[in-house]
Each structure stands twice: as C-alpha cells, then as structure tokens.
C-alpha cells in the first residue's frame, strides 16, 4: 500500500508572492461583500499592507538569501536568490508607490479610472453612471494581483512557471489600460493593441518553451543548461528556441522590433497606471531576462549575443530619434522608456556579473523617476478659464491631462515645486550627474566595457546625449517660455480695436513656435475688430487631490537625489547578491 508524502514548501521563502497574492484575492471578496460606500477604504488597507508586508519580508529574507546562495522552492519551480530578492524588493517599493498614485482623486472626487469600464463610451448609461459618482474599486486587486506576476517573473526556474506568470501579469494589466476615465475610446484603443500584441508575443515564447522542452527534455533552467554543454543533432531546435523565449521577454521591456505597443499604450492608459506599467513591468521583465541569459543560454553566448547586441543597438537609437518629435508628454516618455531598454540591454549583453547589479540598480533608478513622472502627469490639467481669468489659476472648469508639450510652457512660473519635481525627474532620464539615472547609465555601461561589449557603451552615451535634447526643451518650456495665457492676452490687446474691412478678423492665436521649436500658439483664441479681451479658453493648472500622489512624487524625488549623491550602499548590497543559483 502506497502512502503520500506532503511535500515540503518553504513557506517563508515564498512570502512576498504570497502576501502580495493573497491580499488580491482578499480584495475581490472585498468587491463582493463589502458594501459600496467603505469599499475603497478597504481596497486601500489591503492593498498597501499587502505591498509593505511584501517589501518587509524581502528585507527579513535578505541576509539568509546572500548567505545561502539562494533556496529552491517547488521543486525548482522558483528560486530564491539574491537578484530574485532585489528585483522583488524593487519591484514591491514601486507597487507601492504606485499604489498611491492610483489611489489619489481631485479635490472634487474624480480618480483617473471610469465610473463603469464596461459601458460604452458616450452613451446615456455611462453619463448616468458619472452622475451617480460610480467607483471603480476593483482597480486594486487587478493592480495586486499583477504585481504578484511581476514577483514571481525575475524569481522563475522553469518554463511553465515563467510563461503562467507572464500571463498573470499581463491579464490585469491589459484590462487597466482600458479603464481611464478621459479619452475612452483611445483607451479601448490602447487595451486592445496591447492585448492582441501581448498575445502573438505570448505565443512566441510559448513556441519557444515546446522547442527548448523539445530539445532537452526538461523545463528546468538548470537542466537545460546542463542539456546546452552537450552538443546533438538538435542544435537548430535550441538556439531557435532560445531567441522565441527572449523575443517574448523583450516584448515585455518594450525593446526594438518588439515596441510598437508601447507608445499607444502609455498614452491610451489611465496615467497612474502607464506609471505603474513602465516601471514595475520593465523591473519584472527585465529581471526574468538577466536570469534566462545569464542561466539558461551562457553557452550560447556567440549565437544569441550578436542578436542582442543588434536590439540594443536599435533600441537606443528608435527610442532617442523618435521621441525627438514627439509633441505629447505621453508619448515622449512613452520612446524614452525605449530607448532605456536598450540601455538595459547592454548590461545584459555583458554577461558579467557585475553587469547582473548594474542592471538591477537602473532599474531602481529608472522606475523611481518613471512613477514620480507620471505622477506629476497626472495632476498637470486642463481648464477652462471664465472671462476675467487670463492667468489660469482662479476657479474654473478641469478637464483632462495637458499632455500636449505647448500645454506645459510656463509651468514652472505658476506652480515651481511641480515643475522642479518633473524637472528632477527629466534629468535622472538623461543622465545628468547627482541623479540616480546617471549612476545608472554609467554602471550599465561600465559593465558593457568590463564585459568587452565597449561599442555598446559608446552607442549608448551618444544615444544619451541626443536625448539630453528632448528632456532639456521640457524644462526650458517651463521656467524660460511665457504660459500660453500670457500669449493669449498679449495676441488679445494687440488686436483689440483694429479693424480690417477686407477680412473682418485678426487671428490673435499666430504666435507660431518659439525658440525650442514647439508651437506654443493658442490656435483657439480669435479676436475681431470688435473684441477688448481675449475669448476664454483652455488654460493649464495642477489640480488640488487629496495627496497621495504629492507623497508619491517626494518619495520618487528623495530616491532620485539619495540614489544620485550616495548610491555606494545600495550598489554594495547588489553587488552582494549578484550571483543567480544555478
């Protein structure tokens, strides 16, 4: 008679995913029980307990993980390393800020998510669910339990495992990008293009798992390692299969060829969860990378890395050139995060191990200034102003994001602390010294030299020093271009009492671009021979909210400067535990 034997689980190992998890399910019985009007609250205790527990117990994990080398759980299915236990740390810390972002409302009590997701945008019964001030709290959970994936994607032994957490990080994520409140169809647009280009990639890396599984018999990491120092007639199977799983994990960091989802989706997305995505998305994936390359495929090293080194190449240079056009905030960030891939990749491609750590910190760095960027976003609006309010600060009607460029000129008159914020973020993306963003392109890079991919670095501070260009007009728009009101009332006065019989009007909106080359004209404003002031149109304002996303940004700023001026701890730490567990 046989008898069953429980198996054995390091409970504690799994802890952080755990946590994380459970808390998401808590929060869909939450939405089932709990009655409408505490319903928030409660989705926001669950959720920032839960991202805090998981950040506490990485940090009580730490020191046994570096110690040990690291701990198999589920039979290999996960690993519980050092660069697992960061990458969770890093990703948990940006949830959780996050966290706030998605959480925050306007003094009037509108969030950044429709009343009703499911109703069709324009009609009578999404109107009525506005007017009834519907929430859509499930919000919370979708974003737990995709941060659960993300916990579980860099942390992945085997294939099954890896290819069931992309898909749990990816579900929730293709539903968010469809829920904003503003410029519904767009969003719809967005979720669709990014679930249908989730999918193919989805199935690439699927095709890739039956090819490796093909090849070596196994779907554990380290036994299809073990498979690759024995060459076979079957050598086709592995290298093709190899470059199908990293084509579906590059998808997921938003590198070249596999990044036309990215700038429709961050610009059709509710902005706190474009912050959220770009930052906790590209950590997870990121993460899973470093530990398929380093771990699974070394000894293809000269098969694979020309096709990575080729993806960096482009990367830095599509996601630099393009967002030199780019006329909306969205979007810009949107190709700048692409072109931050392929500066990812070339710590990647070192296959060093310091190039492990260096990686790890980038993205810390990058993911800090990504959600305080959107944060500042989201509260930058529309408004429409009354007769009597030039200056765009006194009552008046809000709208959406001002996310087209010519939106923010003057910003930094009117609300300084706001545009210093984003300003501050604006330079950790270009790399200027005393930001984190510096600290981390010069480890990437200097891991690309120690690891002999030197013309990778050199790309890539040629790549960044173009960049430098479309960060810096941002902030010149800002602090040194009049706001578009000043424009609007100078146009205004100077054609006030002028008439012209031939054409019975004067456009006061022609002011053209200015120096940066950015139309910071007010195309709507017209004045006739009979007008004294300026017709009343969209201004630009930082709406008042109940301040969680002022918490999120000083955080994300706090970390920028710290990682900046004394990043030595933190790179000591990585360097620590910069080894995977074989």
Avoid at 266 to 285: D, E, L, R, S
Avoid at 309 to 317: G, P, Y
Wanted: aromatic content about 8%.
């Amino acid at each position: 008679m046989s008898t069953f034997t429980a198996p054995t689980i390091a409970w504690a190992q799994l802890s952080p995913v755990v946590i994380v998890l459970l808390a998401a399910v808590l929060g869909v019985l939450v939405e089932a029980f709990v009655p409408a009007a505490r319903r928030r609250v409660v989705q926001l205790v669950v959720a920032f307990v839960a991202l805090a527990g998981a950040l506490v117990a990485v940090a009580a994990l730490w020191n046994g993980a570096v110690d040990s080398g690291g701990t198999e759980v589920l039979s290999g299915s996960l690993v519980i390393d050092g660069p697992a236990l960061a990458l969770q740390g890093i990703i948990a810390l940006l949830a959780l800020v996050a966290t706030l972002v998605v959480a925050d409302r306007t003094d009037t009590g509108e969030d950044a998510f429709a009343p009703s997701a499911s109703a069709v945008p324009g009609s009578e019964y999404e109107e009525l669910t506005r007017q009834h001030g519907l929430q859509q709290t499930e919000v919370f959970p979708l974003v737990l339990f995709a941060t659960g994936g993300m916990l579980i994607f860099p942390a992945t032994g085997d294939l099954l495992t890896l290819f069931v957490a992309l898909e749990v990080l990816s579900l929730p994520l293709y539903l968010l990008t469809g829920m904003a409140r503003r410029r519904r169809l767009l969003s719809q647009e967005a979720s669709m293009k990014y679930f249908l280009l989730g999918a193919f990639a989805s199935a690439l890396m699927l095709f890739g798992i039956a090819l490796l599984y093909g090849y070596s018999g196994s779907l554990r990491f380290s036994e299809i390692a073990a498979a690759t120092a024995d060459p076979s007639g079957l050598d086709a199977l592995l290298l093709v299969g190899a470059l199908l799983v990293v084509s579906g994990l590059l998808f997921k960091i938003g590198a070249v060829p596999f990044h036309a989802w990215t700038p429709d989706v961050y610009q059709g997305a509710p902005t706190p969860i474009t912050g959220f995505m770009g930052a906790c998305t590209k950590a997870a994936a990121a993460g899973a990378l470093l530990r398929f390359v380093y771990v699974v495929i070394p000894g293809l090293q000269w098969d694979v890395q020309g096709v990575l080194w080729a993806v960096a190449i482009l990367t830095m240079l599509l996601g630099t050139v393009v967002a030199l056009v780019q006329t909306d905030v969205k979007r810009m960030l949107a190709y700048s995060s692409i072109a931050h891939a392929g500066f990812l990749l070339t710590g990647v491609v070192a296959l060093e191990a310091s190039g492990v750590a260096a990686v790890i910190f980038y993205l810390l760095a990058y993911g800090a200034a990504t959600v305080g960027a959107f944060g500042i976003v989201s509260v930058v609006r529309e408004k429409v102003a009354g007769p009597d309010d030039v200056d765009g600060d006194t009552a008046g009607t809000v709208l959406g994001e001002a996310t087209h460029l010519s939106q923010w000129a003057g910003l930094g008159r009117r609300h300084p602390l706001t545009a210093l914020a984003f300003t501050l973020f604006l330079l950790s993306f270009a790399g200027i010294p005393l930001t984190a963003g510096f600290i981390g392109k010069f480890t990437v890079f200097s891991a690309a030299v120690a690891g002999g991919a030197w013309p990778l670095a050199v790309v890539g501070v040629v790549a960044s020093a173009a960049a430098a260009f479309f960060y810096v007009r941002v902030v010149v728009l800002m602090f040194f271009t009049a706001p578009a009101a000043d424009a609007r009332a100078s146009a205004g006065t100077a054609g006030a009492g002028v008439a012209d019989e031939a054409s019975g009007a004067d456009e006061a909106g022609a002011a053209g671009p200015d120096a940066d080359g950015v139309d910071v004209s007010a195309p709507d404003v017209v004045t006739t021979a009979t007008l004294t002031r300026p017709v009343p149109a969209a201004t630009t304002t930082v709406v008042t909210t109940e301040g969680f996303t002022a918490v999120a940004v000083a955080v994300c700023a706090v970390l920028t400067l710290a990682l900046g001026v004394f990043p030595s701890p933190v790179l000591e730490l990585l360097d620590q535990a910069a080894l995977f567990l074989p």
